[in-house]
């Protein structure tokens, strides 16, 4: 087993563990819950029962209120170990987060962009409207928090493809057709000791008072009960993207071949330069690109990147690269290339709102942008959208 080989594997395992951790908090906290939800059930039947047979009581009243608080706390935990009872419907994603969206944009402070793009037939998923929109709004919610004076809150809605060969950076998903809702904010980020901890329950940064730590459980759990996946990458300083992937519906008409998840990957034998400081992102990247024929020469921050395009600049046809990266961020290498030679192809990969990219780069085709936490299937079609775009 090579370097790279064990730890691709321990990413996996990584990931594998994650997952039954959050397993079993959901089970236990299931558990728990519903034990609780029962006894305080009673409390407030028997609260009513007095309220009504003596003299109004102040005392009663907090007591009913104390109940109904305690209530729906548990009410919320069983929506995050999934013991809630869905009213599953034909859903159009795309309409539906836009107008979710619409109705929370009120809830932003002033100083919140807020930007929708979505593909013109992004899919329908089956999924209770109402879960759905307690997802995007804790979700909405955890990046207002994380931009106290504003920002950019950018969602965007795809229709996404998984697969066997997206396991290294999306562990253990269904292969299959989604579609996907991704929300990117511009905020404060995490470090990768919140990120191990965000989806449990009671788990916040935020002073008593101000946050539960429940928000991300519940939308974890909601994801989860729907057979869907969320997924965050997350920069300190930088900003976060919560990403979520619903199963979609097979429309009728098209081919089952046409939704079959091992469709073919495009490829090709171009030869590509992939700049990516985070090991198991170059990683997944660099085994992804090679499987379906490409060259890949690799760097493991921007200024080793640049050094390989000096070194390799005859027979590059590609540079993927990542923007936030030690000693030259991806911007930076992007312009000393440019400074080079005007019509190299640059794929970047970042996990932050496009349209900033877009205010840096301009409007050149032969730039593209994938977001990340990216599946195969959508940083391979951008690969060959730049590659096929006409030589400068
Ligand atoms: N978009 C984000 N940017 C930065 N940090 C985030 C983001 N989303 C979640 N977090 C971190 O994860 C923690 C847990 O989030 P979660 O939504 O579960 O709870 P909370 O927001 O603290 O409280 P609650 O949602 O119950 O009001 C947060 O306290 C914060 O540290
Ligand atoms: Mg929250």
Redesign the pocket.
Known sequence: MTPDDAAAQLARERALQQAEKMETIGRLTGAIAQQFNELLTAILARAAALAQSGPPSRELDVLKETAQRGAELAQRLLGFSRHRVLDLQPLVLTEFARDALESMRRGLPAGTDVQFEADDDAGVIEADPAAVKQILL?LV???R??MPRGGTLHVEVRRARLGAEDRPLHAWVEPGSYVSVALS?T????DAR?LAR?FEPF????PVG????????MAYGLVKQHRGYLHLY?EVGQG?T?KVYFPAVRTRGVPEAATAADEALPGGTETILLVEDDQTMRLAAQQLLSKVGYRVVTAVDGQNGLDAYRAHRASLNLVITDVVMPKLSGFDLYQAIRGEARGVRVLFMSGFPAPNFRKTVGQDPRVAFVTKPWTASELLAQVRVLLEESPA
């Open positions: 804790h919610t955890n990046a928090d994380a904010d905020g404060v980020g995490m919140t965000v788990f916040t940064t935020k101000v946050g539960t730590g429940l928000g991300m459980s997350s976060t919560a």
